[in-house]
């Protein structure tokens, strides 16, 4: 957990000093970085505690994460 936490922080700070000179492209990009990490860290600790999934629950939730157009998510 105290890597996670180190991680979190360096990546406020980096986002911290992008916000404070202005560097724009660099803010959405940190931003971005910064709520992907956070979701898969929720994603990560909700999936540990459910019991273990049967292969058509497998498939339904790959279907989920498949772009419906066919295109890249």
Sequence with gaps: MAAKDAES????GRLAI???WGN?????????EHREAKLQEH???MVSTWP???NEQRVRLAALL???NGGAA
Excluded at 24 to 32: A, G, I, N, Q, S
């Design 24 to 32: 724009t492209e660099e803010v959405e990009r940190l931003t971005l």
């Design 52 to 54: 273990p999934l049967t």
């Design 66 to 68: 498949v772009p419906s």
């Design 18 to 20: 992008a916000k404070r």
């Design 9 to 12: 922080r360096r990546r406020n």
């Design 43 to 45: 994603i990560t600790e």
